[in-house]
């Protein structure tokens, strides 16, 4: 069974750092983008930042300078690491990829279970 699993969602207070991790698992061809969502209660799911396979990054105006996504090809993993954390970060956080894990060149998009991310004092 092909799976995301995420990690590293907590409590933290404002201007603190927390590390998101998700790994991929199960039989996997390839792994294309990967990426981090946020979700805010009552607000639709909104990217954060993603980074391609060949380690290209992007992100979401208003964590440029603040977050950092970095991803490990061989351990298929995911990494956001989070800094200066305002109170408008709080959300469910959600790893997205793009694998192939049925044919070797067609890719679908699997999404992990969330890690609830609460910034307050």
């Known amino acids: 069974q092909v799976q995301l699993v995420e990690s590293g969602g907590g409590l933290v207070q404002p201007g603190g750092s927390l590390r998101l991790s998700c790994a991929a698992s199960?039989?996997?061809?390839?792994?294309?983008?990967m990426r981090w969502y946020r979700q805010a209660p009552g607000k639709q799911r909104d990217l954060v930042a993603a980074?391609?396979?060949?380690?290209?990054?992007n992100y979401v105006d208003s964590v440029k300078g603040r977050f950092t996504i970095s991803r490990d090809n061989a351990q298929n993993t995911v990494t956001l690491q989070m800094n200066s954390l305002k109170p408008e970060d709080t959300a469910v956080y959600y790893c997205?990829?793009?694998?192939?894990?049925?044919?070797?060149?067609?890719?679908?998009?699997?999404w992990g279970q969330g890690t609830q991310v609460t910034v307050s004092s």
């Open positions: 997205n990829a793009e694998m192939s894990t049925v044919l070797p060149n067609i890719r679908n998009s699997y």
């Open positions: 199960g039989r996997i061809f390839s792994i294309g983008a």
């Open positions: 980074v391609t396979t060949g380690g290209s990054t």
